[in-house]
């Protein structure tokens, strides 16, 4: 399950699920509210989410582009450390800024 929350202008979303191919619509489903704003600010928290496979990182580009359009951005925050590992290695630092809280993800917003 994913959930997502309000503080002030910036969403998080969390989950418990992997964020991988079978999981990819209740993840977009939870997104959508968030991409209804003005200037969509979303930072995923993934402390809890235990993989993230090819589809999910495609998930998030294309989150990353949807909320670009619309003058806003995604940014990840507290993945574990499998999770860091195939971010990494698929290259995802250079696509997608990447925090080790979601306190410090959030104020990357006020920047």
Same mark, same amino acid.
């Given at each position: 399950?994913?959930?997502?929350?309000? !503080? #002030?202008?910036?969403?998080?979303?969390?989950?418990? &699920?992997?964020?991988?191919?079978?999981?990819? !619509?209740? *993840?977009?489903?939870?997104?959508?509210?968030?991409?209804?704003? #003005?200037?969509?600010?979303?930072?995923?928290?993934? !402390?809890?989410?235990? &993989?993230?496979?090819?589809?999910?990182?495609?998930?998030?580009?294309?989150?990353?582009?949807?909320?670009?359009?619309?003058?806003?951005?995604?940014?990840?925050?507290?993945?574990?450390?499998?999770?860091?590992?195939? &971010?990494?290695?698929? #290259?995802?630092?250079?696509?997608? !800024?990447?925090?080790?809280?979601?306190?410090?993800?959030?104020?990357? *917003?006020?920047?």
């Amino acid at each position: 399950m994913y959930t997502h929350k309000r !503080s #002030g202008a910036i969403d998080t979303i969390s989950g418990t &699920l992997p964020l991988i191919a079978e999981n990819q !619509s209740a *993840f977009l489903n939870t997104l959508q509210g968030c991409l209804k704003q #003005g200037q969509p600010r979303v930072v995923v928290d993934m !402390s809890q989410i235990p &993989l993230i496979d090819s589809a999910g990182l495609e998930t998030i580009l294309d989150v990353r582009d949807q909320c670009q359009q619309r003058g806003g951005a995604v940014v990840l925050a507290r993945p574990n450390a499998l999770c860091r590992d195939i &971010l990494r290695i698929n #290259g995802m630092e250079n696509e997608v !800024s990447i925090f080790e809280d979601t306190v410090t993800a959030m104020g990357n *917003f006020s920047k």
